[in-house]
């Protein structure tokens, strides 16, 4: 996630928060599961590492954006220590507005790792 | 939609880190232990960051097949288990990282196709690694 550090607390977001989100909208819907034959989105698309990258955006993205802080950057998934697929977004490479108006700004970015059920 | 495939490769090579631009002890000063005369050896983990529409069949940016075949054919059979200064893209050119970092991409650009080389890393150690993103940065 990206976004200005609070001045208050000086965090990007909560990582109890982000780390409850991602237990809430993706963990509980994949872990220990079989992608195709268990979770809706691989039932018409084929579960690639890009393709879980992308569904895990658009699994996190609304709870994210709801909380009205920082914004969903990137979600990298690790197929292996070697192998990774990254989304970054539907705006990934189109110019808009927001990126035009904020670009210049302050970001920080953080990222949880969320270690899997059971270990 | 766009997304992102990477791969990391590990390869094995030597270099030695002097330039004619400067005098020995400018060249001691500047690259220290880095400039010994017999150089020394690095395992390097290169990173190779492709980016590109996630094909609607396959449901891949690329091929990981493809991407394996560039840098093999591309970077590790030229840079693997070889001397860094004795190879041509370095006669003029220091081998540090950065610089090799500069030659992968090089060596890798338009090879990915139909993803486009997004950037190369390069960990020199644990703790020292280089990022090249091309230079429309």
Not at chain 1, 19 to 24: L, Q, T
Not at chain 1, 38 to 46: L, M, Q, R, T, Y
Not at chain 2, 79 to 105: G, I, Q, R, W
Request: hydrophobic share 40%; with cysteine; aromatic share 8%.
């Amino acid at each position: 996630v990206a976004g200005k550090p609070d001045p208050v607390t000086g965090f990007v977001v909560d990582l109890k928060w982000l780390k409850d989100v991602i237990e809430r909208e993706v963990l509980t819907a994949y872990d220990h599961r079989h992608l195709n034959l268990e979770v809706p989105e691989f039932a018409s698309k084929i579960p690639t590492t890009e393709n879980i990258a992308i569904a895990i955006w658009q699994r996190l993205e609304p709870a994210v954006t709801a909380a009205g802080g920082a914004k969903l950057a990137r979600v990298r998934v690790y197929e292996t220590a070697d192998i990774f697929a990254e989304y970054r977004g539907p705006q990934d490479g189109v110019p808009n507005e927001r990126s035009l108006l904020f670009g210049a700004e302050e970001q920080v970015f953080v990222s949880g790792v969320k270690s899997r059920g059971g270990i | 939609m766009i997304a992102y495939f990477g791969r990391r490769y590990l390869m094995s090579a030597s270099h030695r880190l002097h330039t004619d631009a400067l005098s020995a002890e400018e060249n001691q000063a500047a690259y220290g232990k880095c400039n010994n005369p017999h150089g020394h050896g690095h395992n390097y983990m290169v990173e190779v960051l492709a980016r590109g529409p996630v094909d609607p069949e396959t449901g891949m940016v690329i091929n990981l097949a493809v991407m394996d075949e560039a840098v093999q054919t591309r970077v590790l059979d030229r840079f693997d288990h070889a001397n860094l200064n004795h190879d041509p893209m370095f006669t003029a050119v220091v081998p540090t990282t950065e610089n090799l970092c500069k030659a992968v991409y090089k060596l890798l650009q338009g090879s990915l196709a139909p993803a486009k080389l997004e950037y190369v890393r390069v960990e020199e150690t644990e703790n020292n690694f280089f990022e090249y993103f091309g230079e429309a940065l």
